[in-house]
């Protein structure tokens, strides 16, 4: 059973950054494709950025294009999200999803339903 775990949210003001971590224990995520989602209360879950399994694809919801880089370190059993020059409406919970082959990672939304594996989130919130 693959159990993700996130890290690194937090309170930042508008035009900080964050990074937030998605690692597994026990269970090498190096044969797993990731993705970061956010939701807020009331709303769908948004997907925000995938990585395939060897880093070589990756793929990045418009609203986030240009200020958020996905990567991962196999070392490390690690996927990172860094956020960089966060908004007010950046805010939310954040997960990090894994699956084997998703098709988000290539192009196009990135859909939660390809997902099969979830974290429980981390609260990040940007606020002045």
């Known amino acids: 059973q693959l159990q993700l775990v996130e890290s690194g949210g937090g309170l930042v003001q508008p035009g900080g950054s964050l990074r937030l971590s998605c690692t597994s224990s026990g269970v090498s995520l190096n044969y797993y494709a990731i993705g970061w989602f956010r939701q807020v209360p009331g709303k769908e879950r948004e997907g925000v950025s995938a990585?395939?399994?060897?880093?070589?694809?990756?793929n990045y919801a418009d609203s986030v294009k240009g200020r958020f880089t996905i990567s991962r370190d196999d070392a490390k059993n690690t996927v990172y999200l860094q956020m960089n020059s966060l908004k007010i409406e950046d805010t939310a919970v954040y997960y990090c999803?894994?699956?084997?082959?998703?098709?988000?990672?290539?192009?196009?939304?990135?859909?939660?339903?390809?997902?099969?594996?979830w974290g429980q989130g981390t609260q990040v919130t940007v606020s002045s």
């Open positions: 990585i395939s399994s060897s880093g070589d694809s990756t």
């Open positions: 999803a894994a699956d084997r082959a998703p098709f988000s990672v290539v192009a196009g939304p990135i859909r939660a339903h390809e997902f099969g594996s």
